[in-house]
């Protein structure tokens, strides 16, 4: 298993990640606060939250990128973990294929990139540089840089808020592709609730640095948007996050219940 920095104690089981009574600390700020957590190979999980609920800190902690941390628990990821930012994150200076292969060595690694490109939709685009794509398409590069090495675990940090409505769509389609070929476990930090049930298998709200609610998505893929399972389960998220059904911020208790007078 893959070491962490952070005061972590190795846990080992079948799970892809197991996180036991994680602790996070910058300062006197406790951000992750004893979580818990566990992800099955293969399982595709959504992670929502407020602004400071500790997302993005879970994420660096799994990804071994949260060096000189305060913290303290036990966390259990792959050796082999991939990450997607909200930007692709790639060289202007490289071409297309060797931004996809950077790091990789070996006779094939060329070939495993342009295969990459090719289950982006980008074939024949090996040799472009990133100034000519669109901001949908250099996503897709920065997909296919994660994926080529084959990871056990695909951590996703927002890839789509910067994209337009349209191309958001048609990536979260292909992100399921992928991850139905590829079958990495999946944790992706979004905002957008739509998101996270058309993607997810389980929708996980963090909230004060711990879990509030842990939702399976029963709904079936790829059309899950309408209904009224489709509305029941969008409404105890966004209640979750403190927020009504109709975009309205409500006042929510320590506990995700509506406070009453």
Partial sequence: MAAHAGGL????????????NLVRSFGDRRVLDGLDLS?????????????????????????????????????SAPDHVSVVFQDARLLPWKRLLDNVVLGLSG???????????????????????????????QQRVALARSLVREPRLLLADEPFGALDALTRSRMHALLRR????????????????????????????LDRGRISADLPVRLPAPHRHGGAAYEALRGRLLARLGVDAAGRAEDIDSDGQEKTA
């Fill in 39 to 75: 992800i099955a190979p293969g399982e595709f999980v959504a992670l929502l939250g407020r602004s400071g609920s500790g997302k993005s800190t879970l994420l660096r902690a799994l990804a071994g990128l949260d060096h000189e941390v305060a913290g303290s628990g036990g966390l």
């Fill in 178 to 205: 992928l991850c139905e070929r590829h079958r990495p476990a999946v944790l992706l930090v979004t905002h957008d609730v739509d998101e996270a049930v058309a993607l997810a298998d389980r929708v996980v709200v």
């Fill in 107 to 137: 006779p094939l690694a060329a070939d495993r990139g342009r295969d990459a490109l090719a289950e982006v939709g980008l074939a024949g685009r090996e040799r472009a540089w990133p100034v000519e794509l669109s901001g949908g398409e």
């Fill in 9 to 20: 104690t190795a846990t080992g089981d079948r799970t892809a990640v197991r996180v036991e």
